[in-house]
Nanobody, 126 residues
């Protein structure tokens, strides 16, 4: 069984920074990409950032470009989300997700991902 465990969320003032992480454990598995999604109260889950596992290519939602950076540590099976210049609208539960290899790479869609973490709360106060 594969487990994804997020940590590193918290409460921060607007303009501050956080760096949540997501560690994969359990049964080894091949992954094509990992991502961070978020769900704000009353809203749908939305993509934040994606990183391909082999090449390290990255993709970002327009709302976080230039502020957030996704990175990975292959040896530690961990993905990070460096969040800077945080805004109150970034408040959400942040989930990481992992996708096994697939012929079609629909990175921005939740259905592409096979494993999900429970989430870590990020709250940005104004």
């Amino acid at each position: 069984q594969v487990q994804l465990v997020e940590s590193g969320g918290g409460l921060v003032q607007a303009g501050g920074s956080l760096r949540p992480s997501c560690a994969a454990s359990g049964r080894p598995f091949s992954r094509q990409a990992m991502a961070w999604f978020r769900r704000a109260p009353g809203k749908e889950r939305e993509i934040v950032a994606v990183i391909t596992w082999s090449a390290g290519d990255t993709y970002y939602a327009d709302s976080v470009k230039g502020r957030f950076t996704i990175t990975r540590d292959n040896a530690k099976n961990t993905v990070y989300l460096e969040m800077n210049s945080l805004k109150p609208e970034d408040t959400a539960v942040y989930h990481c997700a992992a996708a096994r290899p697939k012929p079609v790479t629909t990175y921005y869609y939740t259905r592409y991902y096979d494993y999900w973490g429970q989430g870590t709360q990020v709250t940005v106060s104004s």
